[in-house]
């Protein structure tokens, strides 16, 4: 039976973690031959960050291509003569195949492919899913685009655990927080920069194909994807020769990841995954009809509503490596949810009941978004032993994937039947936020109940390690005494004799 007052620990400053040597450890058993550059030593600083601008740039493509539909939301209702709700299965289509399969996927990067392999795979099927995508644009067939978007989200979900894992595997012990939020830093300048260029993208592009505007401006935006790929063969060779290099075992007691592990986790695990469901569905469904939402209420152009609505993501790409380092200073992760949570509350509130200006509540939620980014994803890490992140991190994104796929499709419903009137949308995302604050305040009890670590400052934690040490040294010293004696007592007899 577990103790749950001894979680896995994690210290964003000083204590290592006991059964994993990576990147982010101090000492080499030899020099690396052939470089003697910090660029090139694996225990360095330099050689981290440089991995970690390909880490980043491996959710670039995914998030570019996510909200492609959502830039051109009036196109592809017009020339694809279809509904809102027929618009928002575009989405929930991307998310369905990943209640089970992205589970699956992080499990099979714990068991089966490991984190290189499985993320070059994962990027080709993402790759390939875009490009059906865009075929059906093409040929104006919208069952391939939805095929095509359901084989992306296979791809794009899966993806998204072994960036999880990449970031731990080289970033525990240091900078963690602010890795998570670099990380979605730059995923979120991926869904900025289409929201910026898609709309001019296809004004330019149609004056040379005006029948299938939107299946070439769709292969277009595939370029990316292939970027995310040969980003993830470079940081596949530099994790190759840093295992090599530090003969990195990250599983010394041999434990094997098995899917029944699930049951196995602790009450704090499953409620982060509610906050992972009851806070993103606030999110990502408003952004996929943000701009009809912004044009209804506020009379903005298409041009003005995209602006507006992709500022959420301009400020989490500044705003989530700044709370990230902020979080890995202070601590504190469970405080910084319950500000994130109450936050975003305040922001559709304002959306939803006041005409004020649309900036103010979309630049308050970007704050809140990227706080909560930064806060969350991490306590996964100080929850769930390192050879199951894999599975725990899949887990996640599956029950987040399920609440976007059911979320997106009521969003598009509660749209169609209200004729437009938003604000019951608003009121259905407002309590799903309720939701995600009772999660937090269950986390935050059994967290303080067990004297738990997740809600410690990093001086805390440092000291919680060294005690927990302490008192496992302690244990295997008195089983060790026990053994001795007991070989000594078993021995007297024949030595009398």
């Not at 959710?59 to 209702?77: E, H, I, M, R, W």
């Not at 998310?95 to 080709?124: A, E, H, K, Q």
């Not at 009809?289 to 500044?318: D, H, R, T, W």
């Not at 000291?463 to 010293?477: D, F, R, S, W």
Request: net charge neutral.
């Amino acid at each position: 039976m577990t103790d749950d007052r001894l979680p896995i620990i994690e210290s964003e400053q000083n204590a290592q973690t006991p059964n994993r040597r990576g990147p982010q450890d101090n000492e080499l058993d030899f020099e690396p031959v052939g470089c003697t550059s910090a660029c090139c030593n694996p225990t360095s600083s330099l050689h981290r960050f440089l991995a970690l601008i390909f880490m980043c740039l491996l959710g670039f493509g995914s998030y570019f291509c996510y909200d492609n539909p959502g830039a051109l939301q009036d196109v592809f209702k017009k020339e694809l003569n279809i509904t809102t709700t027929q618009f928002t299965l575009i989405y929930s289509i991307y998310s369905w195949p990943n209640v089970v399969l992205c589970f699956l996927g992080g499990f099979l990067i714990d068991r089966v492919f490991g984190i290189r392999l499985g993320t070059v795979i994962y990027l080709f099927i993402l790759l390939v899913g875009q490009l059906l995508f865009a075929s059906g644009g093409i040929l104006k067939t919208f069952w391939l685009m939805i095929v095509g978007r359901f084989i992306f989200g296979i791809g794009a979900e899966s993806l998204a655990v072994a960036q999880n894992n990449y970031a731990v595997l080289w970033f525990k012990g240091k900078e963690l927080n602010m890795v998570f939020g670099l990380q979605l830093s730059v995923a979120r300048l991926g869904s900025t920069v289409n929201f910026w260029v898609m709309q001019p993208i296809y004004n330019y592009v149609k004056t040379y194909y005006p029948h299938n505007t939107i299946g070439v401006v769709l292969l277009l935006a595939a370029g990316t994807c292939v970027l995310s790929l040969l980003c993830a063969l470079i940081l596949g060779w530099m994790d190759k020769r840093a295992e090599r290099i530090l003969h990195r075992n990250l599983n010394p007691g041999g434990e094997i990841a098995k899917l029944s592990d699930i049951t196995t986790f602790k009450i704090t695990f499953w409620m982060v995954s509610v906050i992972c469901v009851a806070y993103y569905v606030c999110i990502f469904p408003f952004i996929a009809l943000g701009k009809g939402f912004f044009m209804e209420k506020f009379n903005l152009s298409p041009e003005e509503a995209n602006s507006v609505n992709s500022i959420l993501y301009l400020i989490s790409a500044i705003a989530s490596p700044l709370f990230g380092f902020i979080i890995d200073k202070t601590g504190r992760n469970v405080g910084w949810i319950f500000v994130a949570t109450s936050a975003t509350m305040g922001a559709h509130s304002l959306l939803a009941f006041t005409m004020l200006n649309p900036y103010v509540g979309m630049t308050l939620m970007g704050l809140s978004y990227s706080m909560l980014a930064a806060s969350l994803w991490p306590l996964v890490a100080l929850i769930i032993p390192e050879y199951q992140l894999g599975t725990a991190y899949g887990f996640c994104q599956s029950v987040q994937n399920l609440g976007l796929a059911v979320v997106t499709i009521l969003s598009g419903l509660i749209v169609d039947k209200s004729h437009g009137d938003y604000i019951w949308l608003e009121l259905f995302y407002l309590g799903w936020l309720t939701i995600a604050f009772l999660a937090t305040t269950v986390i935050y009890v059994y967290d303080r109940k067990t004297k738990g670590n997740l809600n410690m400052t990093p001086a805390q934690r440092v000291e919680y390690a060294n005690a927990i040490a302490a008192a496992a040294t302690l244990t295997n010293a008195g089983d060790n005494a026990g053994s001795t004696n007991e070989y000594a007592s078993d021995q007297e007899p024949l030595l009398s004799n």
